[in-house]
């Protein structure tokens, strides 16, 4: 899988849009770009994941640069409750061994 | 709710003893995967099993063992354990073995003491 970079901390201010940028240089051309965030001691929770094009759900927006090696993780109108730490994973949607590895990922720190 | 049940929520015991740790899947899930996160650590993957077969293993120790049973529960077992342990024991579920929509339970919290 892919090598991610990823900011060790980022803070936004509520009602603001954040945005959570991740470089991914070296990712294949079947690798997908997922995101997924923990709220303090709780489990991880899937965001959004995408291969080539801009995806968008009701958590947030990911925008894939056109040359796949970097994305965005937008939250439109950050609230409290995104105080977060959120992971970008780049991996193959079906190799065989199918685990998520976790990096460091971004500490999302929002401000009333 | 996540839909991935783990029981129990917290457990404190002393060094040198066992403890087995529990998860059920989502409903129609057929893989589970197992975490451990220590102190402001990061997640570190443990095992994976694929009904009922495991399917991978990352940094699991010796004293550490899993099953998943023809149900499709899974227990995580921790034999004489030490204080490193204490940590937050994640697992999560997937339908398939390809990783898509990982779904992890809340996790349980154990302390050696």
């Known amino acids: 899988d892919a090598k991610t970079t990823q900011p060790t901390s980022m803070d936004c201010a509520e009602g603001r849009a954040a945005n959570l940028p991740c470089n991914h240089s070296?990712?294949?051309?079947?690798?997908?770009v997922y995101w997924y965030r923990q709220i303090h001691s709780q489990g991880p929770q899937y965001i959004i994941h995408?291969?080539?094009n801009n995806e968008t759900n009701e958590m947030a927006s990911l925008i894939i640069t056109e040359d796949r090696k970097s994305s965005t993780l937008i939250l439109p109108h950050a609230t409290l409750r995104d105080t977060a730490v959120y992971y970008c994973?780049?991996?193959?949607?079906?190799?065989?061994?199918?685990?998520?590895?976790f990096g460091g990922g971004t500490r999302l720190m929002v401000k009333p | 709710d996540s839909g991935v049940t783990q029981t129990p929520k917290h457990l404190i015991t002393a060094t040198g003893q066992r403890v087995t740790l529990r998860c059920s899947p989502r409903?129609?899930?057929?893989?589970v995967y197992w975490y451990q996160q220590s102190l402001d650590q990061g997640l570190q993957f443990l095992i994976q099993?694929?009904?009922?077969?495991?399917?991978a293993k990352g940094n699991i120790l010796e004293r550490f063992s899993a099953q998943q049973f023809p149900d499709l529960h899974s227990e995580l077992n921790l034999s004489s354990l030490e204080l490193g342990d204490s940590a937050l024991y994640f697992c999560?579920?997937?339908?398939?073995?390809?990783?898509?929509?990982?779904?992890f339970g809340s996790g349980t919290r154990l302390t050696v003491v």
């Open positions: 999560a579920s997937s339908l398939t073995g390809t990783g898509l929509g990982y779904t």
């Open positions: 070296t990712i294949s051309g079947n690798e997908y």
């Open positions: 995408g291969l080539k």
């Open positions: 994973i780049v991996r193959v949607a079906n190799n065989a061994g199918n685990m998520l590895t």
């Open positions: 409903s129609g899930d057929l893989s």
């Open positions: 099993y694929y009904n009922g077969e495991e399917r």
